[in-house]
Nanobody, 126 residues
Framework: LQLVESGGGLVQSGGSLKLSCGVSRSSFSLDYSSIGWFRQAPGKDREGISCISSGGGSIIYIDSVKGRFTISKDTLRNTVYLQMNNLKPEDTAVYHC??????????????????WGQGTQVTVSS
């Protein structure tokens, strides 16, 4: 199973972007899975930044994005979103989404249950 990310781009510091995470297999429902958003900046390890549980009852953010990013799940569209506001140059990275075992606390699980896709590039200029 591979998830498909989209919505990245180039924005100025303080700008906004909304990332989308869909599925390559239409028979798979994101509603029954915990989904995490991860990012990897050049020369750095991939880090989990936010997740939403299968029922949406648990939502987690790391401190550096708390108050700026919002994760949500659209059951009808089978899509998970990451609304990113007040973007900063340090948010520049390739963003990925993945199915994760659980969404309970930070750090997000390092092991994921879906294959990594190409991700979507987010570049924030100062």
């Amino acid at each position: 199973l591979q998830l498909v990310e989209s919505g990245g781009g180039l924005v100025q510091s303080g700008g906004s972007l909304k990332l989308s995470c869909g599925v390559s297999r239409s028979s798979f429902s994101l509603d029954y899975s915990s989904i995490g958003w991860f990012r990897q900046a050049p020369g750095k390890d991939r880090e989990g930044i936010s997740c939403i549980s299968s029922g949406g009852g648990s939502i987690i953010y790391i401190d550096s994005v708390k108050g700026r990013f919002t994760i949500s799940k659209d059951t009808l569209r089978n899509t998970v979103y990451l609304q990113m506001n007040n973007l900063k140059p340090e948010d520049t990275a390739v963003y990925h989404c993945a199915v994760i075992p659980s969404c309970l606390a930070t750090p997000l699980p390092r092991s994921v249950l879906s294959s990594w896709g190409q991700g979507t590039q987010v570049t924030v200029s100062s």
